[in-house]
DNA sequence: TTTTATACTGAAAACGTTTTCGTGTAAAGG
DNA sequence: CCTTTACACGAAAACGTTTTCAGTATAAAA
């Protein structure tokens, strides 16, 4: 690099002002009084000299990182999406900076991403669903402010944001119920390579038990699995078809698979929602712009990720954070007809 | 763990092992000669006291952050989103480590999370789009490794990752006048709050050559603007039927607004492929799941950013980065029939 | 006027590494 | 044998802050 020049440390902005080193960080961190007159000085040689603080010495020296490890599963998913663009925003303004990880829904990538953002010191911790083990969680809580959201964590209860899946389960066949539809097939997932995934199946119960009080029996016949991506959705309409047992509706766990389903149907020539009605779960981006636009009962991801930051924000303030249970909500749009 | 507080420092590691802390430190970094005798020692020791180095100490004395800033414009979408995983991807196994910050597409943003970003001196630095000035971008280069994707940099051309979107825009419309069609409308944007899309308007003007080479036209009345936004395609096709100019196909500029214009033509009761072809560009992930599949353009944006980190090691190292340019591949799905 | 708090402030000690400098020792060369 | 040369490795000096400690004024209290 051509350009040698010199760093500007604090020591140089001590200089210039004609203070000590000690001054310029007291006034700069504003955590003693200093002379009005001296006060003014570091400022202006610190605009003069357009001085950078060195984050690492900082760092060193006090201990804190000034960052929140938020550990996630995936990028790509429109709902952790949501979360992530929900800290973004609750960090605004805070001094703290995100570190983020991605765990790819693989344990061993997962555990060593933990241990990276562990090893970075950071000040807090936000984990976005994953699998790792409630033991080693309630280890890390122990030591670092843990917010874990979207995951069951039964043994951590002062530190889970929670979304009321099985409500919202129930609330989607009740209303597929309240519009005329008697046999209504479920696409659920029990795991996701391997992964146990709580959320979808309280959703499931939730179905299971708006049936039940219908007064009707829940038929194994019309309930699939998937693993929440799309295609499973595809494979999911060509088993239950497969099956022979009739349907008018489907609720899928999440919309990427109502996505494929909606796909299986159009190629099958089964018209949407004129002969199979259709509900999703989380309302992505996408959910608006589907052939037909797709009823869906939607999850409150950015707030999700603004609560978790304000928790975080909080514990670091030893205070006792508020965790709000947060309610989904029925997106009624076109997918979804009367029978 | 029965954590007696204490935090285990390289000083403990060289007691425990009956070596100096500067043996310690050649040890775990292998930047010099150690008797196999002390290097096993240290090492056991390491383990023994699951010895965690103190990454800001490490910082601090080395000057390296071993981090890689990236800036986004927009964590959302699904092309950079493609982009930030083939990063995750190429950092895999690199020892170093991602830093993301999102401008948000407003300048003022941008500006400040650049700062942060080199506040928090990183080793090298990734922009995907954005409107910073190409003044700024320089004297960044010339301080730290730097890889501009997505964007348009003419005075950076060492600096830069390139797509082909002008063939990319050629070849859409290619294939649609191979197809039989003649009347072939286009979706384009200029400004996206406000930045101008340069990426896009190569497209246009890709489209514009091919109608030109097939001996005919282009017709200022089938071309229309939109944001890139899904709801900017909506009305892109409203605008479109409204002028009364007919078509029977239609190139939007990216996958996004095709999923708009697709709802909008089906709301309008237009059959896709039968009466209005669609193609779209991008192929993002929901393009095979549209009602129908969309043909598309394929931007490689995994390889991209795996490109980019690659591109960014190199310099660390001193080497010249090698800079691929990209080509866009058409995705033929079911979206465009012969006419 | 003397005592006693009450600001300020600078010196110096952390913070936990990496890296430079020398020194002692063993191998290689003459 | 005596010099070089190479190698290991400990001591100590960075790295750039924050924070503690110990003053010194200065103002308030007595």
New binding site residues.
């Given amino acids: 690099m051509p350009d040698n020049e010199h760093?500007?440390?604090?020591?140089d902005?001590?200089e210039k002002a004609?203070?000590?080193?000690?001054?310029?960080?007291?006034v700069?961190?504003n955590?003693?009084?200093?002379?009005?007159?001296?006060?003014a000085a570091v400022l202006h040689a610190v605009a003069e000299l357009d001085?950078?603080?060195?984050i690492?010495?900082?760092s060193?020296?006090?201990?804190?990182s000034m960052t929140i490890g938020v550990l996630t599963q995936n990028f790509g998913s429109p709902f952790y999406d949501g979360i992530l663009h929900g800290i973004l925003l609750g960090l605004e303004g805070s001094d703290y900076w995100p570190l983020f990880a991605d765990g790819r829904w693989q344990p061993a990538v997962e555990m060593r991403a933990l241990q990276l953002l562990l090893d970075r010191r950071v000040d807090g911790l936000i984990i976005i669903g994953g699998q790792i083990s409630e033991e080693t969680l309630q280890q890390v809580a122990r030591k670092t402010p843990l917010i874990v959201a979207a995951r069951k964590t039964p043994t951590l209860p002062e530190n889970c944001l929670y979304v009321k899946n099985y409500e919202g389960g129930y609330n989607a066949t009740r209303y597929l119920i309240e519009m005329g539809h008697r046999d209504i097939a479920h696409i659920t997932a029990s795991y996701v390579n391997p992964v146990a995934v709580d959320d979808v199946s309280q959703r499931r119960k939730g179905y299971e038990q708006a049936i039940l009080d219908a007064g009707w029996q829940p038929d194994p016949r019309l309930i699939v699995e998937g693993n929440l991506q799309q295609q499973s959705g595809v494979l999911a309409i060509e088993m239950l078809l497969a099956r022979g047992r009739s349907f008018s509706a489907i609720f899928a766990a999440n919309d990427q698979m109502a996505f494929g389903a909606r796909l299986a149907l159009y190629r099958r020539g089964i018209r949407v929602p004129e002969d199979v009605s259709l509900i999703g779960f989380d309302d992505e981006t996408f959910a608006p712009y589907m052939v037909p636009p797709l009823t869906t009962m939607r999850q409150p991801d950015v707030e999700i990720g603004q609560a978790a930051v304000a928790a975080i924000l909080d514990m670091l303030q030893g205070k006792k954070p508020d965790l709000p249970v947060f309610e989904t909500e029925l997106v009624v749009r076109e997918s979804v007809a009367r029978r």
Wanted: hydrophobic letters at 40%; proline letters at 5%; glycine letters at 6%.
């Fill in positions: 760093k500007i440390t604090i020591l902005i001590a004609n203070v000590s080193p000690s001054t310029v960080s007291r700069l961190r955590s003693a009084g200093v002379a009005a007159r001296k006060r001085y950078r603080p060195n690492f010495a900082q060193l020296a006090s201990g804190q």
